[in-house]
């Protein structure tokens, strides 16, 4: 059977926006709270976020986790958005709080940083009814206990290595949700889904380099002339 044709609606304006590869759209896709997710854009810039065709939102940055940023993501962002909650510089009780809180504003689910004890991530499953993304970093992880601690979804995040984990997980663990790192170029994002990947994690241009080049091409009308 053909694939259904299905109408594609832009408007003037919004017609500029960062378009996920479209190889992403073969994965499988994890179904959260009734919503089908294949794509998430990693980034915690609003004007990227609003301005994105992404399924959800990955929302992790390298400094202690704070409520106000959390409360104007989930605001802005018209997707479910995933906050990070810490579980590497943040330890301890502050992140099992951090997580309620992201969940009292309308968070998905969250993520914890891959330094994360199994013993946080069972004070969080205890605490939150939202789904737990732990990151992977290596193949030499104990991913049984991190699955026994209360993680709900995997989020792969190897470099190059990033195929390789997903596939030895996805050997062990047939059925267990995994999110991982695709890459920029195609061919890496269609490896990582054939490794078993069941969604990626796409990080776009920043809106400096989008914005530099389309001042390149507000020059280039002036030499043209």
Do not use: W
């Amino acid at each position: 059977m053909s694939d259904k044709f299905i109408p594609n609606i832009k408007g003037t304006l919004r017609n500029h926006m960062i378009e996920l590869p479209e190889i992403i759209r073969s994965a499988s896709g994890i179904r959260i709270f009734g919503k089908k997710l294949k794509s998430f854009v990693f980034s915690t810039d609003v004007a990227v976020i609003r301005n994105t065709n992404a399924d959800a939102v990955i929302a992790v940055y390298p400094f202690t986790p704070q409520p106000v940023i959390t409360a104007s993501l989930v605001l802005a962002a018209d997707v479910p958005v995933f906050c990070g909650v810490g579980g590497g510089l943040t330890m301890g009780k502050r992140v099992v709080n951090l997580a309620l809180d992201a969940e009292f504003k309308g968070a998905m689910g969250v993520v914890l940083n891959g330094p994360t004890s199994n013993e946080v991530i069972r004070m969080v499953r205890e605490t939150i009814d939202i789904p737990i993304i732990v990151s992977v970093l290596s193949e030499y992880e104990d991913i049984q206990s991190r699955i026994e601690a209360g993680a709900t979804i995997f989020n792969v995040s190897g470099a190059k290595r990033t195929p390789y984990i997903v596939k030895k997980i996805r050997d062990q663990y047939p059925q267990f949700p995994i999110i991982a790192t695709g890459g920029s170029k195609e061919e890496s994002i269609k490896n990582t889904i054939e490794a078993g990947a069941n969604a990626i994690t796409y990080t776009p241009p920043t809106a400096a380099d989008i914005f530099s080049e389309i001042m390149d091409d507000y020059r280039s009308r002036f030499e043209d002339n």
